[in-house]
């Protein structure tokens, strides 16, 4: 299992950082009809921040695999776009950010090359508590995005979510996202997967 989702070569990993030091992203649109080995060309876009629309077996004559590629492509070119990107994410004393997930190249412990960014991209990151969090009352977490748009204007865009701490398992349950857990969850079994086999990635996502 590990040996076939695993790259066969680091040839595209490598070129990946070559074109994210460039500040340029790669986005494949793979409509093959022969076998193509996307765990080694997937590293392109992974390390660029770009993205993979996969259409298997595509020909004229699939009228729905036709119509989702126009409809993709028509999104494609029309979404807005910010190039040049680094996103910081800073959180509170006693907090560590762990593993990150999605598709970017870590420069430091915190910082992420961004070369492309729009509005379809998600990120997440792991959050590891390393110190008593019994006398704070709340935790902040704060993601820093620096971009250029589409008309040449260097931007900044800043989040700041701040958390009450509990130590009841009701409001922490009560408060918790099902869809950002769910899409966590995954992102980290598909990542477990590619380094170790699928019984670890079910014991990862709980399945």
């Known amino acids: ?44 876009a992974k390390f660029s921040s770009g993205q993979i629309s996969y259409y298997p077996d595509f020909h004229l004559g699939n009228v729905t695999l036709k119509r989702r590629f126009e409809k993709n492509l028509e999104h494609y070119f029309t979404r807005r776009v910010g190039f040049e990107a680094v996103m910081r994410i800073r959180c509170t004393q006693g907090l560590a950010l762990h593993t990150f997930h999605g598709n970017f ?15 379809d991209m998600s990120y997440a990151f792991n959050m590891v508590i390393e110190e008593n969090m019994k006398d704070v009352g709340i935790v902040c977490v704060q993601a820093a995005l620096l971009y250029t748009s589409s008309q040449g204007e260097r931007r900044i865009r800043v989040h700041t979510l701040a958390l009450p701490v509990t130590d009841k398992f009701s ?14 969850l995954g992102k980290m079994a598909v990542d477990r997967v590619m380094s170790a086999s699928l019984g670890d990635a079910r014991e990862v996502s709980g399945i």
Request: charged share 15%; with cysteine.
């Open 1 to 44: 299992e590990k040996l076939t989702l695993s790259p066969s070569t680091d040839f595209y990993k490598k070129l990946a950082l070559d074109c994210s030091a460039q500040q340029i992203g790669v986005d494949l649109f793979l409509m093959s009809s022969r076998y193509s080995d996307l765990s080694t060309i997937a590293c392109i």
């Open 105 to 119: 190249f870590v420069r430091s412990t915190d910082l992420l090359s961004l070369p492309n960014v729009n509005p």
């Open 171 to 184: 409001e922490l349950y009560s408060a918790c996202n099902v869809t950002a857990i769910v899409g966590l």
